[in-house]
């Protein structure tokens, strides 16, 4: 089922919701990922929000990992470009677990 990924803006209003194949990538990921990390804050069964302060950390962290696949590939890519509009508009990453 994934993760959904929603860019919000300043104001929490919807810009876009991302799912399918790079949300179920991200369902998959944080279950590996390192304890203390950005990507192992995101909550598998839960909402977790990521402020702007916070996405610059997760796109630190995202340049740092190296794709496995092609899915992951696509995930990162992803996850940059709603993180950087994200940031554009002062806003926020909002990732719903199932």
Request: charged share 20%.
């Amino acid at each position: 089922m994934g993760i959904s990924i929603t860019v919000q803006n300043q104001v929490h209003e919807k810009i876009e919701i991302i799912t399918g194949r790079p949300s179920e990538t991200l369902e998959k990921m944080i279950w590996d990922a390192p304890n203390g990390s950005m990507m192992w804050a995101i909550h598998g069964h839960a909402d977790t929000m990521f402020n702007t302060t916070q996405l610059n950390a997760f796109l630190d962290e995202i340049a740092a990992l190296s794709p496995k696949d092609d899915s992951e590939q696509e995930l990162f890519a992803v996850l940059r470009d709603a993180a950087e509009t994200a940031i554009r508009q002062r806003g926020y990453l909002w990732f719903s677990g199932n």
